[in-house]
């Protein structure tokens, strides 16, 4: 009877086989390497008077919002985000990192909490610069279970006109 278990255990080999081979399928989004989706926001739309938007690959869109309008420097700052389309159920942690555009205003980056339905909210402040007014980019980040989505805003803080300045 050698030949016969023989041929039992190469088909629980191939069975195993088969099954490890399922497995990876199932699991192959969640062991490849993160990819990196950049998209842009309307360049029209100014974070100052309004909530911004940007589409996303799948047809969706993001909207930011930062307020109170125009946007404050070393006060409170409420973020709401709101993501809509597939990407909206798979976004595990969004972020929004601020960074001044032409020098280096340090580390500040919020993590929003989930409010369920795409919707995210956050407090952050952003320094005042030594220049008086400058422009910031306010990167939003979605991580989701296979991507890092980004969408880098534009926005000057705190806007000229808040400079006190009279001579227009
Ligand atoms: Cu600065």
Redesign the pocket.
């Known amino acids: 009877m050698i030949p016969a278990r023989s041929l039992f255990v190469d088909i629980a080999i191939l069975l195993a086989l088969a099954a490890i081979a399922a497995i990876g399928y199932l699991y192959s989004p969640l062991l490849l390497p993160k990819s990196d989706i950049s998209v842009r926001p309307d360049p029209a739309c100014d974070l100052n008077r309004e909530a911004c938007r940007a589409r996303l690959p799948d047809g969706g869109e993001v909207e930011l919002s930062l307020s109170p309008h125009p946007i404050p420097v070393a006060r409170p700052i409420k973020i709401q985000v709101q993501v809509s389309g597939p990407t909206a159920a798979t976004v595990d942690r969004m972020e929004v990192d601020f960074a001044?555009t032409?020098?280096n205003?340090g580390y500040n980056r919020a993590t929003l909490s989930p409010l369920g339905n795409g919707r995210f909210t956050g407090e952050t402040s952003i320094?005042l610069?030594?220049?008086g007014h400058?422009t910031w980019q306010g990167t939003l980040i979605a991580t989701t279970d296979r991507q890092h989505i980004t969408v880098p805003f534009e926005f000057e803080a705190p806007i000229a006109e808040d400079s006190g300045s009279t001579a227009r």
Do not use: L, R, Y
């Open positions: 001044g032409t020098m205003m320094p610069c030594i220049t400058m």
